[in-house]
């Protein structure tokens, strides 16, 4: 059974930083992709970045020269690095990952990030 946890969440200042990691279990070898999203109050969710394991990651505008994706595929760990972080990335991030190309995509169970202004 394929498992997703997220950790890293928490409260910070406008400008300050935190680093997301989503620790990966249940699947052989490494996933073709995953991913963060975020669901900010009120807003659907989102993609936020993502990782394909042949390719180059990819950003949303709004994150692209705060936030780096990253993964560990020896540890099946995504990881997501938010610096200079703004009241409007307040949300619940999620980890994603499809194990196999065109399959199930799992989701995290989610983990808090607040920006305080």
């Known amino acids: 059974q394929v498992q997703l946890v997220e950790s890293g969440g928490g409260s910070v200042q406008a400008g300050g930083s935190l680093r997301l990691s989503c620790a990966g279990s249940?699947?052989?070898?490494?996933?073709?992709?995953m991913g963060w999203f975020r669901r900010r109050p009120g807003k659907e969710r989102e993609g936020v970045a993502g990782?394909?394991?042949?390719?180059?990651?990819w950003y949303a505008d709004s994150v692209k020269g705060r936030f780096t994706i990253s993964r560990d595929n020896a540890k099946n760990t995504l990881y997501l690095e938010m610096n200079n972080l703004r009241p409007e990335d307040t949300a619940v991030y999620y980890c994603?990952?499809?194990?196999?190309?065109?399959?199930?995509?799992?989701w995290g169970q989610g983990t808090q990030v607040t920006v305080s202004s």
């Open positions: 994603a990952a499809r194990i196999v190309p065109g399959r199930d995509l799992y």
């Open positions: 249940g699947y052989t070898g490494n996933a073709a992709y």
């Open positions: 990782t394909y394991i042949t390719s180059s990651p």
